[in-house]
């Protein structure tokens, strides 16, 4: 386990599987914008989360709407010492810790245009069975991901 | 390295990557049906690769017309050693060993629909993101593939 921001990453796709959905880390979505958890639920919906380890890294991230477009929901994930009340108040919220989570607050359904979903859901299938593949294969020296 | 049928599958998924496909063995796209290696394209297409170590393996699968309809193209991995006039001559051909493989025929392209396309592409990403978190993450024993 590395930053405090991956540790809080992996406590959410622990409690996200709960809710059937799958996750992936760092994923990006188009050029210039990586998002730190994406998932994909049983049905097709697309959960994006920003994992947020102090108030310092929040308030470093600029371009957090521009994740907005390329999901479903959208969540924060924070520690619960994390000053919440920064968070602007139409986005989910999860509470996490290195072993676990618990989504705090829903954040609004947006509903993705089908086009939009097709091509995520495409960009993730590639890149888990990518990391998966060099994961399985580490000898293959000409796999980058 | 385990079976000649997975080692078949290393040097197909290896090769595949070549031409932009990842790879995903043993994929389940519908209850009682399991293909060896199931490869995403840059586009989107679905290829299927049946991989037979043997004269006696591949007369054992009854069933591979079934796996025609998950996919745009369907092909036989087989070793160089293989009978391949027992290959039906509609279907594509790879010749495949543990570290590389080639694609002597293509199958016909088939076109899948696009609702059934959508689906496998699903199925895909959730089995290869989870198969991903259960390697990252062995440790939570919630994760069950």
Sequence with gaps: MNTPGQRLARGTCRHLHTHGFVCLEEVIPTPGLRVDVMALGPKGKIWVVECKSSRAD??????????LPWCDRFFWAVDTQFPTDLLPPDTGLIFADDYDAEIIRMGPDQKLPPPRRKSITHIFARAAALRLQALRDPNHLSLRI
């Design 58 to 67: 929040f308030m470093a991230d600029g371009k957090w709407q521009n994740y």
